[in-house]
Every structure is written in C-alpha cells, then in structure tokens.
DNA sequence: GGGGCAATACTCGGATATTAATTGTCCGAGTTCTGCAGG
DNA sequence: CCTGCAGAACTCGGACAATTAATATCCGAGTATTGCCCC
C-alpha cells in the first residue's frame, strides 16, 4: 500500500509555486522540466491541484500557475487528498460476514468491528499529515524561515513580463 | 491508497481458523469455498500467512491449516504485514531535491523532511492496528466472550478423522 | 499379521496469463495577449 | 493614432494507449496417510 507517485510530484508542484511570486504565474512547460514524467501526466496533476482549490490557473498568452492561497495554509493531507480522494485503507467488501454468515455471527457487526478498526487507524494518519505544512516543508529545506521567491521562467517573452510586473511595482527604474 | 482485496481474505482466513479446532486442519480447498476468488489465489495469501508464522500448515493427507498461536497474540497490523510488508505510504524517489537542487535547498533537507511526516503517519496508523487483536474482532462478531469451535471441514475423510481425534481426546464412547 | 507399495489428498512453490490501476499520449477547443495591417 | 484581425502561447478536458501492479491459473514436485496385496 503506497500513495501514487503523482502525489510526490503534487508535492513538489505545489512547493516550486509557492517560491513563485504570485504575480507571474509559472507555465506547465516550466514545471515540467523541473520534474520527471510525462508533461501531459503533470498537466493532468496540477489539474487536480486546481479542481481542489490548491492551485490557481491562469488562462491565455502568460497563463499559468500560481498558488491559490498562502503556503501556510496548505498542508500535507490536502494535497494527497486533491489526488487520491479521501484515504481509506480498508478495502471493504463486507467478506467477513459472508464467511460466518451462517455460523454464530451477529448480523455485519464483524464488518462494522473491522471498518472500525481501519477507520480509527486512517483518521490519526490524516490527523498527522495535517499538521505538516508546506510552509513548514520549504523552511526546513531551506533553512530558513524567511523564503525568497524564485522566478522558475525561463522564456523570453515570460522575461519581458516580469520587467513589466517590476516596473508596475517598483516604477521606471 | 487502499490495501489489496487479498488483506479482507486474509483476516477472513485468520478469524475462520481461530474457530478451529487447532487438532483439525482446515484444507485450502474448504477455506476457499467460503470465500470470494479463486482458490489458488487463496493458497497463495495462506502461503504469505504461514511464511510471517501466523498460520501452520500440516502437509499430507488430511493436511491443512491451523492457527499457530492464540488468536489473541495475532493483530490486525501482523496480517496486513505479513501480506504487503512494513508499510510506508510515501512513494520516495527524492523528487524534491531535484527541483531545488540549484536554487536554495539545503542538500537532502526536504526529502528527509517529507520522509519524517509521512513516517510519522505511517507510525500512528500501524500502531493503531496494533491494538486491534483477531480476538477482540471475534468477540465482537460473535458477541460472546467464549468463542465456540467450529468445524470448517465437510468431507466424509475428514469426518472419519474427527471422530478419530475425538476418540482420542474423550476415549471410547 | 505385517511390510512394502501404490493411490489419495493434501501442501509447496514457481512460471505464466489475465485483469485492473496507474501513468503517459494525443488532439481539438477555448482564452488571453501581441503585433501588424488598414483606415 | 486606433481598430480589428491573425497568430502565438497558454489552459481545458476528454478519449485513448502503454506500462505496471494485483489477481488468477496452471503445473510439477514433495509429503503424510490410507488401504491393499503378497509374503
């Protein structure tokens, strides 16, 4: 039992944007090359970012990605959860009554007792990955609290808007 | 993320054994008719059982299945495992480091840091199984504290054989 | 009657086929920006 | 100068192909029991 690998690569998406000033979204293409596997399998990720809430996109000439909220507030779970769907181990078919079924058993409660039990197990796991920001994620592989943002864009017309965002901000220079 | 259907039979087969008489073998033939799924399939998750010492196997004629401890000493997180293995949920190839490899990233510090948060979920949700014994499970099936021997086996030989054992046992009658 | 021998009823374990889930590919459509041509 | 139009650079989303993991099948081998045959 293991989470996919596209999960690893949600996790990796998510970070690079949260370097990213938000003002200049980052293409697929860009985040591609960063990671490894297909572009259209990536493209097919952050699109579950994004039906999630996690990720913002960004249509048209200079679309892209950003980060749909503060890295703060984005943890762990969500992100499994924006691929996976809710986690719940047990592959339950309800077999275990069918088996003592005309045995001594009280009706399905063997099937309740056993949901219980993965049940109570999946909850303190979702419970922990919460706590696991990807703020907290970027400080400690950065090693340190402030984060600079980092422009991942590479192509020249991206280069041309971001002078053009800077002189929004900063004024002619 | 779920556990492979094979974990259901799995707990199936230790539960059904823990209401065997352990001088009796169960034959894979009679565990599989109440089951799901093929039965060769079924031998080879008994095989998984036996090799993590859950389950003795009696080779021969009037051969089978027996459970080879108490069902108390048997939990919820040793059958899983003895099917799938110690489980750890994150797919890890170190995706991370890669993408911050030329930026700011500190070498290996975020892989490490995901490593510990999904280890640590990893830790509570097995440490929740733990605690969860076949006997519990069964009592709260069959919703009695004594738990009643059944006789899986529906041969003519094996009739022969359990009377045999029950001689044995109780002397002439 | 008992010693050996074949038949029976099982497990053992590997090699291989089938099916389901994951990952990857392709393509047509919609959206926003840019730059150019014509007035 | 400005209006509108074509093209570029993106995302959107569905349909489909390839790869990998899970499930199922098959087969030959080993082992303990049974029962029978022959001495």
Redesign the pocket.
Known sequence: ??L???IEQAICIITLLATQDPDI?????E?HTRL?????????I??KL??AGLVD?????????TLARNCADINLLQIVEAL?GTIETY?DTGLIDEVFKDKQAIANQGTIALRNAFSKADVLWREALKTITVQQLLEEALGKKEILPINW?H?E??E??IR?VMKNIYGND
């Open positions: 039992m293991k996919t690998k596209g979204p980052v293409a697929s293409l985040i490894k596997g297909s572009l259209t399998y990536t493209k097919k952050i699109r994004v039906v996109s960004v249509s048209g000439n200079n679309g892209g990605f996976e592959p864009n192509s017309r991206r041309l808007l053009k």
